[in-house]
């Protein structure tokens, strides 16, 4: 992936940051043609797992009419999209989760990021351990760098970019 196709592809992105993470990262590896580590990955199931759990949950597919090279266009198989008038209109199909029942909507209402990260179980704290030091050997750096030492090479990183 080059630069300008991350940028093309991200400018028109609408996803929350939450959801829109795992996969920028994994795309910033590409842009530096850093092998993609499993722990990006592993770090987004482990937190879905966690807010989500599957036997609180289920799937639904909600289905409305979208355009090919819309907003929702990721959801639209367009081969079987119809050209109406010079616009080709297709299914947009979006899965959802869903609570199983009322017991489980009360209990996931009580899950949420804040509290996850506040808690910091020790599965958590490995994962971004791990995600930390791919992301350091993905610039190059020791992973043991303290926050000052990664803001000042950023820093440095980005006044090199900008030619200043």
């Known amino acids: 992936m080059t630069i300008s ?21 994994l795309d910033l ?6 092998p993609t580590p499993a722990a990006a990955k592993e770090l987004n199931e482990l937190r879905e797992r966690w807010l989500n759990p599957p036997e609180w949950t ?16 990721r959801y639209i198989d367009p ?8 616009v080709k209109v297709g299914a947009v199909r979006y899965p959802r989760l869903v609570p199983r029942d009322a017991a489980c909507a009360a209990r996931l ?18 994962c971004h351990a791990k995600r930390d030091a791919a992301v350091a050997a993905a610039y190059g750096w020791p992973a043991d760098l303290t926050d000052d030492a990664i ?9 090199e970019r900008a030619g200043g």
């Open 5 to 25: 196709e991350s940028i093309a592809k991200w400018r028109k992105v609408e996803l929350k940051e939450r959801s829109a993470a795992p996969e920028h990262f």
């Open 29 to 34: 590896c590409r842009v530096l043609d850093h």
């Open 58 to 73: 289920h799937t639904e597919t909600l289905e409305f009419p979208g355009t090919v090279g819309g907003p929702r266009d």
């Open 79 to 86: 081969a079987s999209a119809e050209d109406r008038g010079g």
């Open 109 to 126: 209402k009580d899950r949420n990021l804040t509290k996850l990260y506040n808690g910091r179980p020790a599965w958590l704290a490995d």
């Open 151 to 159: 803001l000042e090479r950023l820093l440095a990183l980005n006044l």
